[in-house]
């Protein structure tokens, strides 16, 4: 069996580069989602589910790859490797993304979710600095919150370029996690 073309002629990079495209796309929208995370809290609650809409897109990806191209099998290690490989080219895309909307459409961007994150954490520690008086657990946590807000007013705003490239370090783990657990589950057709 020739696992590189299947009988119309569709070779598993083809296949690769049109669903990372897709997939990347995703990845800009939740990237712009979990942006604005920070000035509003109610849109982190779409984190998780972004996530495992994440793990389902790859099952998908890597389940057509297994029943069009290659004839209903696929070993547990190259879904494996074809999973992680979907997640770089569409993590790539994403960075490239990041970049270019960092650098040159919001340049400000960065600062602004820095100082937003200074100011969340400054309400959460004014709240608990309230609690206090009544609660003992609430007021062993003001030092640990003064502390992360100092860490946070000394540390360096992220430039664009070491923005991008953690985000798509951060897609290729995530994606080496993902398919350890969904490789197995495709290998073979039921």
């Avoid at 083809?14 to 990237?31: D, H, R, S």
């Avoid at 996530?51 to 897109?57: N, P």
């Amino acid at each position: 069996m020739n696992i590189t073309v299947n009988p119309n002629g569709v070779a598993i990079n083809q296949y690769l580069m049109k669903t990372a495209l897709p997939l990347g796309g995703y990845f800009i929208i939740e990237y712009l989602i979990r942006n604005y995370t920070a000035s509003n809290i109610f849109l982190g609650f779409l984190n998780f589910p972004m996530m495992a809409l994440t793990a389902i897109l790859l099952f998908l990806a890597i389940r057509k790859l297994r029943d069009m191209i290659l004839d209903g099998q696929i070993s547990g290690f190259m879904a494996w490797t074809f999973g992680v490989q979907l997640m770089f080219f569409a993590g790539l895309i994403e960075a490239t993304f990041i970049y270019i909307y960092n650098e040159f459409i919001v340049p400000t961007n960065l600062v602004t979710v820095h100082n937003q994150l200074i100011e969340q954490y400054e309400s959460a520690l004014t709240t608990i600095e309230g609690l206090s008086s009544t609660n003992t657990m609430a007021s062993s946590m003001i030092p640990m919150l003064q502390e992360m807000i100092d860490m946070l007013k000394q540390a360096p705003v992220a430039s664009a370029i070491e923005t991008a490239i953690s985000m798509l370090t951060n897609d290729i783990f995530f994606g080496m996690l993902i398919m350890a657990f969904v490789a197995p589950i495709v290998r073979k057709k039921k």
